[in-house]
């Protein structure tokens, strides 16, 4: 399978706990990009990388959120004491080099995260 | 970047062409119109994107009005694997952060 593949697909924890999900994009696909969806409704833009830096990031993204692209490859993303309201799906994405307009996104599954 | 509005639902039945409309009044000359679709319980996926013609590819047909402030997607034959929430968003060509801006989307349901 060569798409973008997110670990683990289901996550449940209590609140208070740290979270880490992992994301590995499509092989070559220099960018990459974390998302939240909440129920019903579209997906918020978290965290942008090109290669392994890290260009963009949203004010959804608390102090209690961190993203890493080490090496440019896969990427982690943490979330330190949990709270009730970081329960959502994190969906990741990754786009290719110079081809269209940068906007051909492919996802991946998502994670899926409960805070109990 | 300009708004799209879009109907929160849709019905079509299997077979026919499901035409799903996007108005985006305020969208400037160098802004792109792009679809993407989600199924139930998967990450969203690419469609097509347009800036002025009309495009098509394996998927489906993009028909964006002269004066580019609505747009419609067509699939074609519409089957039940098509039932998702489609999503339009409108981007300017290669911005600085590439972030996709979503709204709600329509829901479109396929019926047998």
């Known amino acids: 399978d060569t798409g973008v593949s997110q670990d683990p697909r289901h996550k449940i924890t209590k609140r208070g706990q740290n979270v880490t999900f992992r994301c590995d994009p499509i092989?070559?696909?220099?960018?990459l990009y974390w998302y939240r969806q909440t129920l019903g409704q579209g997906p918020e833009f978290l965290t942008y990388?090109?290669?392994?830096?890290?260009?963009?990031k949203s004010r959804l993204l608390s102090d209690r959120f961190s993203a890493e692209r080490p090496k440019g490859s896969f990427s982690t993303l943490e979330i330190q004491r949990t709270e009730q309201g970081d329960s959502a799906m994190y969906l990741c994405?990754?786009?290719?080099?110079?081809?269209?307009?940068?906007?051909?996104?492919?996802f991946g599954p998502g994670t899926r995260l409960t805070v109990t | 970047d300009a708004k799209t509005t879009q109907p929160p639902s849709m019905d079509c039945a299997e077979g026919r062409a499901a035409n799903l409309p996007c108005n985006h009044s305020?969208?400037?000359?160098?802004?792109?119109v792009y679809w993407y679709r989600q199924i139930h319980s998967q990450g969203p996926q690419y469609i097509i994107h347009?800036?002025?013609?009309?495009e098509t590819n394996e998927m489906a047909s993009l028909i964006i009005t002269e004066d580019r402030k609505s747009s419609t997607l067509i699939l074609p034959h519409a089957t039940l694997r098509d039932t998702a929430v489609y999503y339009c968003i409108v981007r300017k060509d290669m911005d600085s952060n590439y972030q996709l801006i979503w709204g709600a989307g329509t829901k479109l349901i396929i019926k047998p």
């Open positions: 305020t969208i400037s000359g160098n802004e792109y």
């Open positions: 347009g800036l002025k013609n009309n």
């Open positions: 994405a990754s786009s290719p080099r110079g081809t269209g307009t940068g906007y051909e996104q492919y």
């Open positions: 092989s070559e696909h220099n960018r």
């Open positions: 990388f090109q290669n392994e830096a890290q260009l963009e």
